[in-house]
């Protein structure tokens, strides 16, 4: 069985500062990683994936988030918060590329 | 990357009646679409998996008689819920992959916009 714990339902950073949203799995078989963006009224958007390549991924916008299997962790990092960086962040895991087990989300607020 | 359409974005609607609810994927073709359902303030919930030309595939305690769900073709499922109640209210979310040998992009979910159902 597989599952995503996502601690902290909602974040809130200065704009500038370092953006942290963490991500925890449960997988008996090697995992493949995704983070999703979710936008107000608007369908969800990869980020980025881990695929058992290197375990630093690079998304869009300025995100990576850093694949630990010791730490059974894939936190998402940002070193600096942008204002249109506010939205709703999935992070999501598989092993099939079929059923996706998906966190709770993160809403991420971003202060002037 | 690619587009999923979904359609409506809003309904609301009356107990006992049957909402559709359309999901296109509009620069590539899907052999597999998937249904999930989204209750507030939690992750979204694999519901069932689409498959065109055939049966869909049901996860655990979904009734497949009251979540029909068809796709016809390469570029369109559609989800009916019927007979709706209160209870089935919710956020339902759609998503397509590109099928192995597509162009990119391969076992990527790209999902669409997602349905807000209201049953009064």
């Known amino acids: 069985a597989q599952s995503v714990t996502q601690l902290g339902s909602h974040v809130s950073v200065s704009e500038g500062a370092l953006v942290l949203l963490r991500c925890n799995y449960s997988?008996?078989?090697?995992?493949?990683l995704f983070w999703y963006v979710q936008y107000p009224n608007q369908g969800l958007q990869l980020l980025l994936k881990?695929?058992?390549?290197?375990?630093l991924v690079k998304g869009i916008n300025g995100f990576e988030a850093e694949f630990k299997k010791s730490e059974t962790s894939f936190h998402l990092t940002k070193p600096s918060a942008h204002m249109s960086d506010a939205a709703e962040y999935f992070c999501?895991?598989?092993?099939?590329?079929?059923?996706?087990?998906f966190g709770s989300g993160t809403k991420l607020n971003v202060k002037p | 990357g690619a587009v999923v359409s979904q359609h409506p974005s809003r309904v609301i609607c009356k107990s006992g009646t049957s909402v559709k609810i359309e999901c296109r994927s509009l620069?590539?073709?899907?052999?597999?679409m998937f249904w999930y359902r989204q209750f507030p303030k939690q992750s979204l919930m694999l519901m069932a998996t689409?498959?065109?030309?055939?049966?869909?595939?049901?996860e655990q305690g979904v009734e497949k008689d009251k979540f029909l769900i068809n796709h016809a073709s390469l570029t369109l499922s559609t989800l009916t819920v019927t007979s709706a109640h209160p209870e089935d209210s919710s956020f339902y979310i759609c998503?397509?992959?590109?099928?192995?040998?597509?162009?990119?992009?391969?076992?990527?979910?790209?999902f669409g916009a997602g349905t807000r159902l209201s049953v009064l």
């Open positions: 998503s397509a992959r590109i099928p192995r040998g597509g162009s990119g992009g391969e076992n990527i979910q790209y």
């Open positions: 997988s008996s078989v090697p995992p493949y």
């Open positions: 881990y695929t058992s390549a290197a375990t």
């Open positions: 999501a895991v598989t092993n099939n590329f079929n059923k996706f087990y």
């Open positions: 620069d590539f073709q899907a052999t597999t």
């Open positions: 689409s498959n065109e030309g055939s049966k869909a595939t049901y």
